[in-house]
């Protein structure tokens, strides 16, 4: 299982730091185009749909990565005052019973529109008419490494349940992204 755990954990790294380079072309697609507007006086139609893809495509992938690295927002006003073994229970609990059911059935709606997508040459009913099916394939894939990425929670939080100690540190605590827990 720690093998599975390093693996998702390398897979999700190395999406997020290829995927996160696209920042740059984001600014160089948005000083273009202010170069455009207000010097040129001729906006791109194509800009919005640029912006907007390439926003997306950074934000989704980013999603595992950032939760690997404990950077998502966290309320713990009760498991705070648990022993570690309890709280990992209780985060494996609700991770099965609420996240893995939340997003695998988004992903499974996902899944239907991207099929459906792909099968109709779909496009976006504005701006540049850009296809919108390459846009629901990166963000069905980004659902994935995100659930992925549930996965080795999952497996982390079962260790520390049952044997009290992370399965990649050995540590009776997890340290994600500078936060202890």
């Known amino acids: ?3 599975v755990v390093l693996f998702i954990d390398m897979i999700n790294e190395k999406i997020a730091r290829f995927f996160s380079y ?6 160089v697609q ?3 185009e202010v170069f455009c507007r207000y010097v ?3 906006p791109n139609l194509w800009s919005f749909d640029a912006t907007y893809f390439i926003s997306s495509i950074m934000l989704i992938f980013g999603l595992a990565y ?14 705070a ?16 019973a609420l996240f893995f059911t939340t997003w695998g059935l988004i992903a499974n709606s996902m899944f239907g529109d991207a099929v459906l997508a792909w099968a109709r040459k779909q496009k976006a009913a504005s701006g540049s008419m850009p296809p919108v099916y390459p846009y629901k394939t990166w963000m069905l894939l980004g659902v994935f490494t995100f659930l992925l990425q549930g996965l080795s929670q999952l497996i982390r939080n079962l260790s520390i349940a ?5 399965i990649i540190t ?3 605590r997890i340290k994600e992204g500078g936060v202890e827990w």
Do not use: C, E
């Not at 696209?22 to 600014?27: Q, R, Y």
């Not at 939760?67 to 006003?77: E, F, M, N, P, R």
């Not at 049952?162 to 992370?166: F, M, P, Q, V, W």
């Open 40 to 42: 040129l006086n001729k």
């Open 66 to 79: 950032t939760w690997k690295k404990g950077g998502h927002v966290s309320v713990d006003l009760i498991s």
């Open 1 to 3: 299982m720690k093998k």
């Open 81 to 96: 005052f648990l022993p570690n073994r309890v709280r990992a229970l209780v985060t494996s609990i609700l991770l099965i």
């Open 170 to 172: 050995g540590q009776s």
């Open 22 to 27: 696209l920042a740059i072309l984001l600014v």
């Open 30 to 32: 948005l000083v273009y």
């Open 162 to 166: 049952i044997t009290g100690k992370d």
